[in-house]
């Protein structure tokens, strides 16, 4: 069974940083993509960084070059570090991952979620 445990979250003024963890167990990292979303109370769930099998890694375009997606696959531990956080990056975050060695930017690309874990970034 697979279980994805995010841990990380938290409160921060903008400006701050957060590191987001997401270890993931009954389930093989090396062989397949892992992401980031996040999600609103009342609005869908966005994608804000993946990464492939083979190390390649994508953004959305409101992080980038202020999030850096990475994984450990001797650890099974899919990693966000988060930077120069605006209060428009609060949302709870989730971990997702994929069968498949190549993810998405839609949901339904991903087949396992984590609970998700709440960012909070006041002004």
């Known amino acids: 069974q697979v279980q994805l445990v995010e841990s990380g979250g938290g409160s921060v003024q903008a400006g701050g940083s957060l590191s987001l963890s997401c270890a993931a167990s009954g389930y093989t990292s090396r062989a397949s993509s892992m992401a980031w979303f996040r999600q609103v109370s009342g609005k869908e769930r966005i994608f804000v960084s993946g990464?492939?099998?083979?190390?390649?890694?994508s953004y959305a375009d409101s992080v980038k070059g202020r999030f850096t997606i990475s994984k450990d696959n001797a650890k099974n531990t899919l990693y966000l570090q988060m930077n120069s956080l605006r209060p428009e990056d609060t949302a709870m975050y989730y971990c997702a991952a994929a069968r498949s060695p190549r993810g998405g930017l839609w949901s339904d690309d991903y087949d396992y979620w984590g609970q998700g874990t709440q960012v909070t970034v006041s002004s």
């Open positions: 990464i492939d099998a083979d190390g390649s890694t």
